[in-house]
């Protein structure tokens, strides 16, 4: 079965750094296809936060960024504020899944 | 402005149909690739459907043979019509549009409608 896995929290104190990494395998990221991240703060829908691996779309501030290497891909937030308080998801396409959901991460800010 | 507005969720006992619409504005639901997405209460995201501009569907294993995705051009409206419905299809179900690009993103989400699936 296609996933990909992210840890399930990660947490930082306000100006700090934290990275979310995303692993997948031979079948999506390994095979080529680009990462995008989500960003879904408490009661809302989700937010286009990087596509293609590590662009920004309008709006979003350049403390998110997005790195993409062999099966796996990371998001970084540095600087980190109480707003980006919220969960993180992962997505890419895999060969037997048109689209393909990360399993999501928690960000807590300390 | 794009804006993608759900509709049609609700309470809805095991082995029932449901059909949710989206209404869009701002741009032309058959240009695009439109997706379903769904949100179990507490979980994470996971993807439901796709149905192309040329009209392709794609289903995921869990809602295939059960579910079907369809649009209705002169309404400009993407539909999911949900059969046989099960406890484990409770969830927020989201419409979201695809980003053009080499590995579709989706980059407009409606607000989501609620199914809770119960007797």
């Known amino acids: 079965q296609s996933v990909l896995t992210q840890p399930p929290s990660v947490s930082g104190a306000p100006g700090q750094r934290v990275t979310i990494s995303c692993t997948g395998s031979s079948s999506n990221i390994g095979a080529g296809y680009d990462v995008h991240w989500y960003q879904q703060l408490p009661g809302t829908a989700p937010k286009l936060l990087i596509y293609?691996?590590?662009n920004r779309p309008s709006g979003v501030p350049d403390r998110f960024s997005g790195s993409k290497s062999g099966t796996s891909a990371s998001l970084a937030i540095t600087g980190l504020q109480a707003e980006d308080e919220a969960d993180y998801y992962c997505?890419?396409?895999?060969?037997?899944?048109?689209?393909?959901f990360g399993t999501g991460t928690k960000v807590t800010v300390l | 402005e794009v804006q993608l507005v759900e509709s049609g969720g609700g309470l809805i006992q095991p082995g029932g149909s449901l059909r949710l619409s989206c209404a869009a504005s701002?741009?032309?639901?058959?240009?695009?690739?439109m997706s379903w997405v769904r949100q179990a209460p507490g979980k994470g995201l996971e993807w439901v459907s796709v149905i192309y501009s040329g009209g392709s569907t794609y289903y995921a294993d869990s809602v295939k043979g059960r579910f079907t995705i369809s649009r209705d051009n002169s309404k400009n409206t993407l539909y999911l019509q949900m059969n046989n419905l099960r406890a484990e299809d409770t969830a927020v179900y989201y419409c979201?549009?695809?980003?053009?690009?080499?590995?579709?993103?989706?980059?407009?989400w409606g607000q989501g409608t609620l199914v809770t699936v119960s007797s």
């Open positions: 701002g741009f032309t639901v058959s240009s695009n690739s």
């Open positions: 293609g691996n590590n």
């Open positions: 979201a549009r695809d980003r053009v690009g080499t590995t579709p993103s989706f980059d407009s």
């Open positions: 997505q890419s396409y895999d060969t037997s899944l048109p689209r393909l």
